[in-house]
């Protein structure tokens, strides 16, 4: 399949180069991990040390996406590059990405996990062409697993189970979702103890999802579990990367804002670069409806469980 | 070192033979998904999955039991056996381990993971002597990851890493714990939306954990990142196998329930059985205490934010 300037076979390259360079970024990771972990000399003041991880963090941070920049600028002059960087100058996402093929990447995806050394962490690198997020790669080394997807290629855990990771054939959302799913979510580091602010209407809206059916004025969602790994790539909740992944699998991905009209809304797929993310797994067709009916229920059903959120500082 | 009847030598054949078959029962578990992944045919009503997938898991959990305490039975008929099919009783552990080295075993932590096929789900094994859990076994088949312990021996990631995954030395707890902890917590099944029942409770505690310094009457935590993983053992917060590795690598592990005076109440080692555990992570001394000191004052620090819980049902 040919997407704007690119064949196949060209894809197939990129591809392959871009899982290359993922394993080879989470092995610089997971060095610096293990550096961290060895390094017992020479600091004799030890209750320091939570100070010095975020400082040996945001260096490795920095370091990766020099080493991911250096090597897709040599490879591929012609590509844009987009990375934390330009993302940090608080700048909306939406307006970086134009018509030129684009590399969005995230070196570190799960940075407070990685200050822990708590295994939920990743490297991310997405492909984009014309606004769609075709090539996505995401590596977490420390459990040396590898999720990728290449348009028309399909997607892929560790290049050889297929995704999803569900039954074969796909099974429809159920048909009382979100009864029945797992729920991801992120608290976010916006902690303001502000009555109607962002902290409190997403603990609304998680309270909603997982109150037993019946409850909180119809929206008890009384989801099958509530998830929260840390990190936005792993929930496959963010980015380019897993939305490439996501999309290529069967996914659906829209906007966590619900509108106006939840029951009518068109649901659209979510512009990269905005900031909160619905992603809906992979459904094949129940006895009365297609796959995506049964996702598109589900989207509205989650929206008329979740607040707004305003977004208007970066990093929030 | 001699732990009751068992000399170190006793121990060590008996931490190798639950690590082999941890990891042979883990095996199992991922049969069983592989044959649920691969299952297409004969299932006209591919719509009916998850009501299946609840009945083929629950069969899955009972045959790994099967299998586990058939190998311990024939290895060590002396040692008493408890599974999750004395603990779907109702009793509390606390009245089923006496005197005698005794086997704790979860055949299948992350249920509900394991059905959505979610990666973080693992076999249990925890062998118990004179009350203290003194061997712990916990393997993740899909990461293939191995958490292990015995008396005497440390504990241990797959075998080769030393646990805890921190800076040697061991840094000390934060002086402003809980802030730049990770909280781990659980949702749990008790979605009840009664005003001061547990599910309000814990997203009290949850919130108070959360939220920034200074707010909530002086609770706010602004705990560094709040994670859900939906396995109790891999969250490290529950039963046997995880309270021995947790213990022999310098962890502590006590009741999440506060007591009364949350500044002067002794804290003492939760006693297996109980339903609600609270664990500190290993920590090495600060300028001005011990790192025992260091854990009992974030253990303080957590009481004065979390609320009393109540179980009198299971499985809530």
Redesign the interface.
């Known amino acids: 399949m040919a997407i704007g300037p690119f064949t196949q076979d060209d894809l197939d390259e990129i591809y392959a180069f871009a899982v290359d360079l993922g394993r080879k970024a989470g092995k610089l990771l997971m060095e610096r991990v293990d550096q961290?972990?060895?390094?017992?000399n020479g600091r004799p003041?030890?209750?320091e040390?939570?100070e010095n991880?975020v400082d040996i963090v945001t260096q490795t941070d920095e370091d990766v996406e020099v080493f991911i920049r250096n090597a897709l600028e040599t490879k591929y002059p012609s590509h844009k590059f987009l990375g934390e960087e330009a993302y940090a100058k608080g700048q909306s996402r939406n307006y970086l990405i134009d018509e030129q093929p684009t590399w969005c990447i995230d070196p570190l995806d799960g940075t407070?996990?990685y200050?822990?050394?708590?295994?939920m962490f990743c490297v991310s690198i997405g492909f984009i062409v014309q606004h769609k997020p075709i090539i996505g790669v995401i590596y977490a080394p420390f459990?040396?697993?590898l999720w990728s997807s290449c348009s028309g290629r399909g997607a892929w855990l560790n290049e050889t189970?297929r995704l999803p990771?569900?039954?074969?054939?796909t099974?429809?959302m159920?048909?009382n979702a979100p009864s029945?799913c797992?729920f991801s979510c992120e608290?976010g580091k916006d902690?303001?103890?502000i009555p109607d602010g962002n902290?409190?209407r997403k603990?609304e809206s998680?309270?909603n999802m997982?109150?037993?059916v019946g409850?909180?004025n119809g929206r008890?969602g009384?989801v099958?579990?509530?998830?929260?790994?840390?990190s936005a790539t792993l929930d496959l909740a963010d980015i380019a990367a897993g939305a490439a992944i996501l999309l290529e699998a069967g996914g659906l991905m829209t906007t966590a804002n619900p509108p106006d009209d939840v029951d009518t809304a068109p649901i659209e797929d979510v512009r990269l670069g905005s900031r909160l993310y619905l992603a809906i797994r992979p459904a094949?067709?129940?006895?009365t409806e297609t796959g995506r009916e049964t996702q598109e229920r589900t989207v509205r059903e989650v929206w008329r469980r979740v607040r707004n959120l305003e977004y208007s500082r970066p990093g929030a």
Chains 1, 2 share one sequence.
């Open positions: 961290r972990i060895s390094d017992a003041n030890s209750f040390e939570k991880s407070v996990n200050t822990h050394i708590f295994p459990t040396d697993q189970r990771l569900i039954h074969n054939p099974p429809p159920p048909a029945q797992i608290w902690r303001r103890d902290m409190h603990i998680f309270v997982a109150a037993e409850s909180r008890g009384m099958h579990g509530v998830r929260s790994l840390g094949g067709p129940s006895a």
